[in-house]
């Protein structure tokens, strides 16, 4: 996203200068780099962001601000919600920090072509674990039917209607919550 010039990124010295965390980010998509964080939630499985869809919120999202994470830019697709928590204040440029997704019309999600049943319940689901990570969420696990893995600390979850947990494909773990996810490494059989 920030521009390069001959395998080197070139930065405009003035993007940075005389801005605050108030200041509201820059809309140019192509200014922001990408940091190692993002990179990485990028390439794992029931993410569902692209960088194309990055630079559509900076550029067309609604722009929020959230005092934990700074600054957001938030775009609806076919039923879903792409956030983009981006900074721009702390580092030589801007940086896309993460980005995720959560449903904003289940009905619109269900309908729309661009997702099956299973990526609207892995969005679902993830976003559930995310909001309340220290909490076991049994039933809030238990309507979702997610038979394609999707990644979160390690592990490749799945799960089935009714279960109230999810499942690493690898080392067979069951999980309620997403702290237990993050703290129990994934021992691969």
């Known amino acids: 996203m920030a521009t390069r010039h001959g395998g080197q990124r070139v930065e ?6 005389g801005r605050t965390p108030h200041d509201p980010p820059l809309r140019d998509p192509t200014l922001y780099a990408l940091t190692d964080h993002f990179r990485d939630r990028l390439r794992q499985p029931g ?3 692209s960088i194309p869809v990055v630079s559509d919120a900076i550029e067309h999202g609604q722009l929020r601000w959230n005092r934990t994470e700074g600054w957001r830019f938030a775009l609806v697709r076919d039923g879903v919600r792409f956030v983009v928590v ?7 440029s801007p940086v896309v920090v993460t980005a995720w997704t959560e449903i904003a ?12 049943v299973d990526d609207v319940h892995t969005i679902q689901l993830r976003a559930a674990l995310s909001e309340t990570p220290e ?3 049994p039933s809030r696990i238990r309507p979702r039917v997610v038979g394609r893995p999707f990644e979160i600390g390690g592990h490749r979850l ?9 499942e690493c494909c690898d080392c067979g773990g069951r999980f309620r919550s997403k702290c237990q996810l993050l703290t129990i490494s994934c ?3």
């Open 135 to 137: 909490r076991r969420i």
């Open 158 to 166: 799945t799960t089935v209607a009714g279960e109230g947990h999810v």
């Open 187 to 189: 021992r691969r059989s």
């Open 47 to 49: 993410r569902y962001i």
């Open 12 to 17: 405009s010295p003035s993007i940075r200068a």
């Open 105 to 116: 019309d289940w009905e619109g999600a269900m309908a729309a072509d661009r997702w099956t």
């Open 86 to 92: 981006v900074g721009d204040t702390e580092t030589t």
